[in-house]
Nanobody, 124 residues
Framework: QVQLVESGGGSVQTGGSLRLSCAVS????????MVWFRQAPGKEREFVSA????????YYGDSVKGRFTISRDNAKSTVYLQMNSLKPEDTAVYFC?????????????????WGQGTQVTVSS
């Protein structure tokens, strides 16, 4: 059974930082592209960042470029999202997801397995 467990969410003030983690079990992590999405109340799920199996190719949504950094540790089967310079509009539930392929992009339907999400709240 594949499991993705996010952690690291919380409440911070504008300009603060958080580091999200997503631990994966039950599948071959090192051969999977990984992604972070987020969803705010009343809004559609939004692509945040993706990383390919090699840890080299990374992609970001326009709203987080220059502030967020995605990385992965294949030895720990974990993907991270370092979030700096947080803004109130970053408030959302953040989900990680795993693809069945080495490479994947910004569409939710490219990812087969999903975590339960972790809440990030940024106050002004």
């Amino acid at each position: 059974q594949v499991q993705l467990v996010e952690s690291g969410g919380g409440s911070v003030q504008t300009g603060g930082s958080l580091r999200l983690s997503c631990a994966v079990s039950g599948r071959t992590f090192r051969s999977s592209a990984m992604v972070w999405f987020r969803q705010a109340p009343g809004k559609e799920r939004e692509f945040v960042s993706a990383i390919w199996w090699n840890g080299v190719n990374t992609y970001y949504g326009d709203s987080v470029k220059g502030r967020f950094t995605i990385s992965r540790d294949n030895a720990k089967s974990t993907v991270y999202l370092q979030m700096n310079s947080l803004k109130p509009e970053d408030t959302a539930v953040y989900f990680c997801a795993s693809s069945s392929f080495l490479r994947a992009g910004p569409r939710p339907d490219e990812y087969r397995y999903w975590g339960q999400g972790t809440q990030v709240t940024v106050s002004s």
